[in-house]
């Protein structure tokens, strides 16, 4: 009889052989990063005018880009969405999700099926059967018995052709690709945030020249009223007057409703209400603009810094790893599987060196009728990874796109603020010389309402020059991939929604930082 020793030897000089033979190279195509375009230098960093552009390839560009317009409100909303966005920690939920998938796939390169059993029997065979009732005529049986037993068997399909290596492989790209695209959401989100808040403190601008400009009509309105009056005017100017006034007191509707929307969308962003917008951004306020140089570093850091351009290629890497995984179906499966237990019938010492079992037995399972099937879903898997190269290529050269075209909008839009402003000085002069003309009856009111109509449509496009400067500024810096280091060394979701996830199940230690190995397994 087979001692529980020697049961225990012939197991694992079979486990042994089993690794000797997983030591072999896995199938499929080793990923390797996808050749792609390169450029050397930015256009408009390098144009005839640079000096005037504002831009400079001499250092690169500042994580929290943010804080270069120098407003607490700005940096107050990006630390709170941050904290708070919705979408962001629907990106995070996926980390924490890539992370148990890893552990998943780590558990693959061991026995697959592990089982600890036991049982008790008890047994009563029928008395009227046959052959029982003939054999108890001679000799006495009882037909009656129980028996018991206590084991662990195992089974485990063997890493020849590296399946599970490759399927591990997958899972370790899955996972920085969930993290690349956690990135991509923040850098989305702070620019997003910066965006709006620009948009709000433009309207608020907007508004008050508005109202401005209502006072200042509604002034001209007054006098054509007492010209008419006392027979110096026809009732022709009081009409013009009143009807600019009017056009003018028109635009503050459209505005104050146009601002409510920008701060319900921000509200959205920050993972807060409307109500609360109000209070943290207050009824008035100026532009944000930015220092006069703004560092864009070398286009040759950009495929480092941009997290769509690291998912694209992690998603790549993934799809690769998939390719190995589908043609190892066309190759035979080792299977290895065991069992070592105690077993006894009733009466007897279960545990007793007598009561020792076990079975070890090794098999190859080939899917040789099904080749066509297996061929066709490794050339799928190919073709997906071919598509997914194209979308990495193509990925960098919309990166390249995005940020020359940000570049260039804000060296124009710089250009413009500065021929704006000269305009709103000239029309304001016009405006208060016309209105002198008028009072001492050397000009006709038309030249009021030429003037101040000019006034205003030159102070709203100053505005939205002002405007389109930081906008583009922050296309610039959301272009470089900038934002995203903040999360570094910070958990991927709230801690009050860590905690909640800790309570209601057992992590472990994935919810950390740095989950160690043996929380993958």
């Known amino acids: 009889m087979m001692t529980r020793a020697r049961l225990h030897r012939r197991l694992m000089g079979t486990a042994l052989c089993a690794v000797l033979l997983v030591g072999c190279a896995p199938v499929g195509p080793d990923f390797v990063r996808p050749n792609s375009p390169v450029v050397k230098q930015w256009i408009e960093v390098n144009s005839p005018s640079a000096g005037q552009s504002g831009l400079t390839s001499r250092s690169a560009p500042v994580v929290k880009w943010w804080e270069t317009f120098n ?19 629907v990106a995070g939920a996926r980390v924490l999700q890539a992370r148990a998938q890893l552990g ?3 558990g693959e390169l061991y026995p697959q099926s592990q089982a600890i059993g036991a049982s008790i029997e008890r047994r009563q065979v029928s008395d009227n059967l046959g052959p029982i009732s003939d ?14 037993q206590v084991g662990f068997d195992a089974q485990w399909e ?8 490759r399927g591990v492989q997958a899972a370790r790209s899955n996972l920085a690709l969930q993290v690349a695209n956690y990135d991509d959401a923040l850098v989305t989100l702070t620019g997003d945030v910066a965006a709006l808040y620009v948009n709000i403190r433009a309207l608020q601008e907007s508004l008050a020249v508005a109202r401005e400009n209502i006072k200042l009509q509604q002034d001209s309105a007054d006098l054509t009223e ?3 009056n006392n027979g110096v005017t026809t009732e022709l100017d009081v009409q013009e007057s009143l009807a600019l006034l009017n056009n003018t007191k028109a635009l503050v509707p459209e505005i104050e409703s146009d601002l409510q929307q920008a701060k319900n969308a921000l509200a959205v962003l920050l993972g807060t209400t409307p109500s609360r917008m109000t209070g943290l951004l207050g009824n008035s306020g100026r532009i944000p603009s930015a220092r006069t140089n703004v560092s864009v570093g070398v286009p040759a850091e950009l495929l480092r810094r941009r997290p769509d351009v690291r998912a694209a290629e992690l998603a790549a890497a993934t799809q690769s790893a998939q390719v190995g995984i589908a043609l190892a179906d066309l190759y035979p499966q080792f299977i290895l599987s065991g069992a070592i237990g105690l077993q006894a019938s009733g ?3 279960l545990f007793s060196s007598g009561s020792n079992t076990g079975l070890a037995n ?7 009728l099904n080749y066509g099937r297996i061929k066709n879903n490794v050339r799928a898997q190919d073709a997906a990874y071919q598509a997914l190269i194209a979308n990495y290529q193509n990925t960098v050269l919309t990166a390249y796109s995005e940020v020359e075209s940000a570049m260039v909008a804000y060296a ?19 405006a208060e010389i016309a209105i002198d003309q008028y009072r001492d009856g050397i000009a006709s009111y038309s030249r009021i309402l030429n003037t101040q109509t000019a006034l205003l449509r030159s102070q709203a496009n100053l505005i939205q020059a002002r405007q389109q400067v930081s906008s583009n500024l922050v296309a610039v810096y959301k272009g470089l991939g900038g934002g995203w280091q903040i999360r570094q060394n910070q958990e991927f979701l709230p801690e009050t929604v860590l905690a909640e996830m800790a309570y209601r199940t057992d992590w472990g230690d994935l919810l950390e930082k740095t989950p160690t190995r043996a929380s993958l397994n």
Do not use: C, H, M
């Open 226 to 228: 007492l010209r008419f």
């Open 158 to 165: 063997l890493d020849v052709w590296g399946q599970q290596r």
């Open 71 to 89: 407003d607490p409100t700005l940096n107050k909303l990006i630390a709170e969405a941050y904290a708070q966005n919705l979408d962001l920690q």
């Open 347 to 349: 009466g007897q010492d």
């Open 412 to 430: 124009q839009s710089r250009k413009q603020v500065g021929f704006y402003e000269n305009s709103v000085a000239a029309s304001r002069k016009a």
């Open 135 to 148: 054999i108890r005529r001679i000799i006495p049986l009882d037909t009656e018995f129980s028996t018991s």
């Open 104 to 106: 998943i796939a780590f």
């Open 362 to 368: 090794a098999g190859v399972v080939w899917n040789v």
